[in-house]
């Protein structure tokens, strides 16, 4: 991924926390054990309290190990994590692939309690032959934004990026499949094995309409309330940051559909503190937890326990994007083959040197 899923950057960056117990299994206590978690930095789970509340309840010492794209975690876990890391934090795209290289553990959801909460959609979307392996954590969508001052025609369409009259003034996400993704649907093919020359025009066209080639959004809010991109794709979390700064910004999801992607927690393979895993997973999927994570000052991407987005102030959850209902015209960044992900990304080099 190099960066496609960099959103969780802007994570390193509110309101009053939830003071509701966190709750995990029945576990004897752990006092002296260590549970080694693989995760990107900043992304929630290495919050002190996090760790704090954890080993109060459990008595073990969180460490984690970080990477830096997705391919660099499912490296880390086939040249040595297994054994020695004990959850690790896949992206829906590489659940299948890490199944596949037996890295990742079946899991018994009897075990976990917080796991019947999660919203179903996304529970069936990460089954892998009917079996779960992994625990939704975080979820969100790239969108189209644009500002309504200076766009006076409605948009609802990705074609929109590649409209003549916004040369100059699109931002994009530096994401090789949603990119690929995008152009498939305003091609009207499917994205999930689009004909990769029809693709590569269509970057390569799209390229000459870029201001501004992003990794966090944080840089697409700065560039937009600076006037300097007027459309463009925005992750949905940033879109509803931007929102609480401008009236003028409008997110949607186009006509084609937005692109949704979905993080989630697993147990590596011959974890030597199975107890601990399963705890962990719980803990991550509990209520409470996603609710205490969305409203801290450090913020969330959209939580995926139903109840915890039930419970969200009506203002966060918009700006969240945490309505469930846009799962439905989604089209999930799902996993791809290998040989064909490694097609992909060097179809993105390409695009971006050119």
Known sequence: MTSPYSRRAVLKAGAAVATAALCTPAIARAAGRTLVVANWQGYGSDLPWVIEDFKKQTGATVVHQYYDSEQAMLQLLRSGGVG????ALPNLMYIKPAVKSGVLEKLDTTKLSNYPTILPKLRETTLVNGDAYSVPYAW?????FYDAATVKTPLDSWKALWDPQFAGQIAFVDDPTASIFIAALTLGQDPYNPNLDDVTKTLLALKKNLKLLYSAGDDAIKAYLNNSVTVGEIYSDAAGRLKT??????????????????????????????????AWLDYMASP????????????????????AIKALPPALAARMGADPARLDTAVM???????????WLDLWQTVKAS
């Open 333 to 343: 960044q799902k996993d791809v083959p290998e040989d064909k992900l490694s097609d």
């Open 140 to 144: 969100g969508t790239n969108d189209l």
């Open 288 to 307: 409470a937890f996603q609710l205490k994570w969305a409203e801290s000052p450090q913020g969330s991407p959209a939580p995926t326990s139903g109840p």
């Open 84 to 87: 020695h890391i004990d959850v």
């Open 245 to 278: 700064q401008t009236s003028t910004v409008v997110s949607l999801s186009p006509k084609e559909g937005s692109i949704g992607w979905l993080d989630t927690w697993a147990i590596v393979k011959d974890t030597p503190n199975p107890d601990l895993a399963y």
